[in-house]
């Protein structure tokens, strides 16, 4: 029966019946967490060839014949282009790879483009605004970068098949203070949702106001399925081919890294783009380093041999993630399954379910769960400023803990879920 | 005898042995190179234990409890920041642990005192002029992040005992444009001089005009002695202390990095400065990044087990070194001692020989051993903009080629000083 229906009388017995049970639970004083796209234990140990894979019967020497225990290679060795760039799909000559973070490539980059422009354009510093858009909802750590640099943030509403291209549009191609737009392409963080053909040909045909706009293209979950199957993989259009053919080479920079393939905090990222921006990247790059860690280069290029080995490795990291995603679905489908008070996402891949309560419910949500010992990361994070105008998404982050703790965790948030949305209802009943 | 007290005779006559000793050495075919400051093979060598201290039987768990596999620890593991403060000595709450590079935690410094200023002050980019102190001759890569953002740099000369303090006061205390001086405080690159305790107290007892100015002091060489026997090593005051004594506890960064102790690129950096500082700092780093390479903070720590432990790694650094730095002074002193055309540094440490040439024959000389098969960095290199006014100035990088090697480059290095001397003193007489 869906809640709305309900008489006061139903929703006031409901309530009691809610309040008991969740009462029983926090008694249970649980320390649960799924608030954070960690991989778990068991992912990291797939990676522990890793660890010696560089042991010292083999050579450290690289393809290009360089020494990887020494200076030298800005961009990247040859091993790991070959690498990353099948992963970001890309031509091997339209990538750098750098160190452990590709969140740090993205700050780099806003952080350039604010000290010395774009490609020629005005340092961003000189301007009076500068304006991000950005899907919602969506990756709070990209909201804070630009949140950090004083940009105006401006919502655009995530639709199934991904943001609001009208409204993208009316934007990028008459406000010239628009500079870029924030975008996780596939399995989305966190609504876990990919972009359509018809979306990515929509972004590749853009006509920018300002000529130092770039599309931010986190392709952070490139390769991250749950499902072994073709037919039951997401794919979508490779972006910097389309800008191409639509005549805008330079308009979007791609960036991926192998954090959640092999290790977090000890992986390698990349940046794609037209070769015109790399090397623009590149005039800061030298001044800004003398190279990455090649040494970690060679042992990811060792560990997996070729990105059919990397292809291989996220069968096993998805065989150990998709139950962790169906009891996630499962309970939220019998526990909340035609009550009108919530809905979800079941994803293909990435690292998240996107949740949306009733409008006014979120906080109250996590709060709950909270004081359940249950961990969900905060309402509004998914929100440029941490505002969400609905007060009703939750990021559902089902990796981290086992599947017994996830299981007892979301037991825990259906019933805060329903807890939230009757006494919502009889606010006004 | 002085080249000095030559006759136009006996020069022309020196002048022409010179050229076919030069054409004899030209004919050789050689292809040397002392330019870079870059370990030896022998030295990567030293090092090798890294490669698989990590293997599968240890725990990769640090002391705080956390799997330096996964996500976690912005500013980096106690064992990483116990390593490196005793490195930098400092206290292990006044230092962050980076990623591979200190340049690119120095270029980090500089960009977001661009972007957000220090500790509150108005962002540089927001300002006029940003001026920077450059003790000449110094290290290029520091004056290429000033030239990169703009500053005007001032070169500031370097004595026996470090940067001209009278010169510097007078800058720091009056002028509130200038910003920043940049230090090597020990085994100075390129001269190999160390600061005297009376420079040090100077530099913690400036009262700049600006609150936003900073001491840049890259201690990239803090444990790179060539001899083992204290007396035979340099010492320098500790500015952190002697700031905080002075009642000046914020005006000092300082850097350092495992790159010439462990494998360059493949090592750790870090900050140390007053917790004012790094709270700021940290400020920023939380946006920037979810933190750096654990596990290889990790094997840093395994590797050593404690700051003794890299003590003694250090001395076999210098065991491979001394050789090659006596190689070449040995050489110069023979050659070139006693004609009044040349001065050179005989550093207890460090990575390089400062050389200066009279006036006017650097980048004759640079050229002339180019053209023999022997790399020298360039001329003007050591100086803001490239530009040495002097044009004398050349820097020895004794450590990368084999003691044969350096010892043939050397002697082609002296015949073209030789020459170049010959020819400048016939302009005038």
Not at 151 to 174: A, K, L
Not at 192 to 211: C, M, N, Q, W
Not at 220 to 249: R, T, V
Request: aromatic share 10%; charged share 25%; with cysteine.
């Amino acid at each position: 029966m869906l809640y709305a229906d309900m008489s006061r009388e139903e929703l006031l017995k409901l309530k009691s019946e809610l309040e008991a049970q969740y009462g029983e639970m926090k008694a249970e004083g649980l320390n649960l967490d799924m608030s954070r796209g960690k991989p778990n234990i068991e992912q990291l140990d797939l990676s522990m060839g890793m660890i010696d894979v560089l042991a010292k019967d083999h050579s450290l020497t690289c393809e290009q014949g360089i020494d990887c225990r020494n200076y030298g290679v800005l961009d990247g060795i040859v091993e790991a282009k070959r690498l990353l760039s099948a992963m970001i799909e890309c031509p091997i000559d339209n990538i750098i790879i750098y160190g452990n973070s590709s969140l740090n490539v993205m700050y780099d980059t806003v952080a350039r483009s604010f000290t010395h422009g774009v490609m020629g354009s005005t340092p961003w510093s000189k301007l009076d605004k500068v304006k991000f858009l950005c899907p919602v909802p969506g990756y709070d750590r990209h909201f804070g970068i630009t949140e950090f640099f004083g940009c105006e943030m401006i919502n655009i509403p995530m639709n199934s098949d991904g943001p609001d291209m009208d409204m993208v549009e009316e934007y990028v191609n008459n406000d010239p203070a628009v500079k870029g737009i924030w975008c996780v392409p596939k399995y989305s963080n966190p609504s876990g949702i990919s972009y359509s053909d018809e979306t990515v040909r929509r972004f590749a045909h853009l006509k920018p106001a300002a000529e130092d706009f770039r599309i931010y293209w986190d392709n952070a979950y490139c390769i991250h399925h749950l499902y072994d199957e073709p037919e039951n993989q997401d794919h979508i259009l490779e972006i910097l081919s389309e800008c191409e053919k639509a005549g805008n080479p330079d308009i979007v920079y791609k960036f991926c890294s192998t954090s959640k393939v092999t290790f977090p905090g000890s992986g390698i990222a990349a940046i794609s783009a037209s070769k015109s921006n790399l090397d623009f990247i590149k005039k800061q790059m030298t001044i800004q380093t003398i190279g990455h860690d090649k040494l970690n280069q060679l042992r990811h290029a060792r560990f997996f041999g070729d990105f059919n080995g990397m292809v291989e490795h996220m069968k096993k990291h998805a065989a150990v993630l998709r139950p962790k995603f169906k009891a996630v679905e499962d309970i939220l489908e019998s526990g909340l399954g035609g009550l009108g008070i919530a809905k979800w996402t079941n994803p293909k891949g990435g690292y998240f379910i996107g949740f949306d309560t009733i409008d006014g419910c979120a906080k109250k949500v996590v709060s709950m769960c909270a004081d359940a010992g249950v961990k969900l990361t905060g309402a509004g994070a998914t929100y440029p400023y941490g505002k969400d105008p609905h007060d009703s998404n939750i990021r559902i982050a089902p990796t981290y803990p086992s599947t017994e703790e996830l299981k007892k965790a979301c037991k825990v948030f259906v019933i805060c879920v329903k807890l939230a949305s009757v006494e919502k209802f009889l606010e006004t009943k």
